[in-house]
C-alpha cells in the first residue's frame, strides 16, 4: 500500500535483523541480512530527512559485519559511517546513532597497522577510528538514554580493548544486572560475559 514509506521500510528491515538474531546457521543469517539491508538501503532512499530511515543501512551492516567476507567487511565500513553521520546530522539525540559510531570506532582501532596495510592494498584504503572517540561516543550514547544495557556493555568491552580492565568490568557488569528489555539484549549480554572472561 505504501512502498516508499521510510519508516514502514525501516521496520521491515528491523524484523529481518531480528529474524537474523533467531537463525542458527550462519548462511540463514546472511540470507535475512541481506534482505534486511535492501529494506534498509530502500528506506534510506526514501526518507532523505527521516533519521531512523538513514541509520538503519548502518545498523544492518554492522549486524552482518562477523558474518561477510573481508573484502565485503572492508567495503561495509565507510558505507556504516556515511549512513550514521547523516542520521546524527538529523537527529544529534538519537542514542543508537551514537551507539554505532563508537562500535565502528572500536571495531576500526582494534585493526593492526598491519592488517590495514595488507587491506589498502587488496581493498582499498580503510578508514580510522580511535578508542578515544569509541568511548565519547559510548558515553553520549548513555548520557541521552541511560536505560539501555548495550551502551554499557559496550562501553565495557571499548575499555576492555583499551586495556583498561577495572572500567572494563564495572561498565559491563552494569550492563549485564540490567534487564532485558529488547531483542538483541541477550546475545549483548553474551558478549559482554566473553569479554569480562578474557579479562
Not at 543469517?29 to 532512499?45: E, P, Q
Not at 551492516?61 to 565485503?72: F, H
Not at 558505507?79 to 547523516?86: F, L, P
Not at 576492555?160 to 550492563?175: D, H, L, S
Request: proline content about 6%; charged content about 30%; hydrophobic content about 40%.
Amino acid at each position: 500500500a505504501e512502498p516508499k514509506n521510510p519508516e514502514l521500510l525501516a521496520r521491515i528491515a528491523r524484523q529481518y535483523r531480528y529474524l537474523m538474531t533467531d537463525a542458527s546457521d550462519n548462511q540463514e543469517k546472511l540470507r535475512l541480512g541481506h534482505i534486511a539491508l535492501d529494506y534498509s538501503t530502500r528506506a534510506a532512499a526514501c526518507g532523505p530527512k527521516d533519521c531512523d530511515a538513514q541509520l538503519a543501512p548502518a545498523i544492518t551492516l554492522g549486524k552482518m559485519l562477523p558474518y561477510l567476507p573481508a573484502k565485503e567487511q572492508a567495503a561495509a565500513s565507510p558505507r556504516i559511517k556515511v549512513s550514521v553521520d547523516k542520521a546524527l546530522a538529523i537527529d544529534p539525540h538519537n542514542d543508537t546513532a551514537w551507539h554505532v559510531l563508537g562500535r565502528w570506532n572500536r571495531v576500526l582501532a582494534d585493526v593492526s597497522s598491519a592488517k590495514r596495510f595488507v587491506a589498502g592494498l587488496i581493498y582499498g584504503q580503510l578508514p580510522k577510528g580511535s578508542y578515544e572517540d569509541a568511548e565519547r561516543a559510548m558515553k553520549k550514547a548513555i548520557a541521552l538514554n541511560p536505560n539501555r544495557l548495550m551502551h554499557y556493555i559496550e562501553l565495557g568491552r571499548i575499555y576492555a580493548q583499551m586495556g583498561r580492565k577495572e572500567e572494563a568490568r564495572q561498565f559491563i557488569n552494569k550492563g549485564l544486572a540490567m534487564p532485558d528489555t529488547e531483542k538483541d539484549d541477550p546475545e549483548t549480554k553474551q558478549r559482554g560475559r566473553e569479554t569480562l572472561a578474557k579479562l
